[in-house]
């Protein structure tokens, strides 16, 4: 009954802003508060020579943006938000939690080897858009920074038939950050997320450093 009663003071929210957005007229001060969902390919970046690149990977992530406009026009402004994003990775680095702490090896004979987060997600961005108050389909470029919080993380893989599975490892960086980058049309638009920080820290792979960081490309889809 709860989720009911939510579900339906969320439509109504939605409409009363969509109404509010109707009775603009051409000049008056507006914004665009969004709500948005994601879906990327992703990839690890900068890898230890000893290791490949991941194999299919995915990441997806949903929120809210507050718009606060710059300019009368309304085509220039910055936003702030929050949300939630999962990522999936198919890769060759191979993570164990032991008592000593965090160890890492080449996994490329791993009969499987998977690492999956879950993040909060603070992104903020710098928009232009050739929107009016009156014109709700439009090109846009946004960019921006997004900052993660890691909620959980998980490394699994199977060895010689055995599972194994650590959850939080010592040395993942649990705060991260990167540049954003959205152009597109309407509600279909490109996504990039280019992470200016390492996975992990103070990490080492046969002495060689681990700068290993998230690369993601896909479609992001603003709704409102």
Do not use: C
């Amino acid at each position: 009954m709860k989720n009911i009663i939510y579900i339906g003071l969320f439509i109504i929210s939605i409409t009363k802003l969509s109404a509010q957005k109707d009775s603009l007229q051409l000049g008056d001060s507006y914004a665009d508060d969004q709500i948005y969902f994601s879906v990327s390919y992703a990839q690890f970046n900068n890898q230890p020579t000893t290791i490949s690149r991941s194999n299919f990977s995915y990441a997806v992530s949903a929120g809210f943006m507050k718009d606060i406009i710059l300019n009368k026009r309304g085509n220039i402004s910055f936003a702030a938000g929050v949300g939630y994003g999962f990522d999936f990775f198919n890769h060759e680095l191979k993570v164990e939690e032991l008592n000593t702490g965090t160890s890492f090896d080449t996994g490329a004979d791993l009969a499987s080897n998977i690492f999956t987060s879950h993040n909060l997600e603070l992104p903020i961005e710098l928009r232009w858009r050739t929107s009016t108050a009156k014109k709700y389909d439009f090109w846009r470029i946004y960019g921006g920074v997004k900052f993660l919080y890691n909620l959980s993380n998980t490394f699994r893989f199977e060895e010689n038939g055995t599972n194994f599975s650590y959850n939080n490892v010592s040395a993942f960086n649990n705060f991260q950050y990167g540049l954003t980058l959205s152009i597109g049309y309407d509600v279909f638009n490109i996504n990039l997320f280019y992470s200016l920080t390492p996975v992990f820290e103070n990490a080492t792979i046969n002495s060689e450093d681990i700068n290993t960081s998230i690369l993601k490309f896909g479609f992001i889809f603003y709704i409102l």
